[in-house]
């Protein structure tokens, strides 16, 4: 069994910053990638950004500059910080992990962004 812990989600005013953070546990031998999701009211899921066990990274353009994932392989924990926050960042968050053959997902974390 593995799980994804998320945190740091919260409200903050345009231009703000968070940062989110997701620790995976359980039986894990080698994590592969992981990354972030988003989805917004009446939109479809999308990518936000990942990052490989080489720490190559990817990242949607609408987010390119403004964020950054990073990672603690020793904790098994990804991260995302957001920078220059903007209304349409507005959506909940999910961290994924991808470890063997396997997808395993986040609670997801609400990001709220007022104007």
């Known amino acids: 069994q593995v799980q994804l812990v998320e945190s740091g989600g919260g409200l903050v005013q345009a231009g703000g910053s968070l940062r989110l953070s997701c620790a995976a546990s359980?039986?894990?031998?080698?994590?592969?990638?992981m990354g972030w999701y988003r989805q917004a009211p009446g939109k479809e899921r999308e990518l936000v950004a990942n990052?490989?066990?080489?720490?190559?990274?990817n990242y949607a353009e609408s987010v390119k500059g403004r964020f950054t994932i990073s990672r603690d392989g020793a904790k098994n924990t990804v991260y995302l910080q957001m920078n220059t926050l903007k209304s349409e960042d507005t959506a909940v968050y999910y961290c994924?992990?991808?470890?063997?053959?396997?997808?395993?997902w986040g609670q997801g974390t609400q990001v709220t962004v007022s104007s």
């Open positions: 994924y992990a991808n470890i063997r053959w396997s997808t395993y």
């Open positions: 359980g039986s894990i031998f080698a994590i592969k990638a």
């Open positions: 990052i490989n066990s080489g720490d190559t990274t």
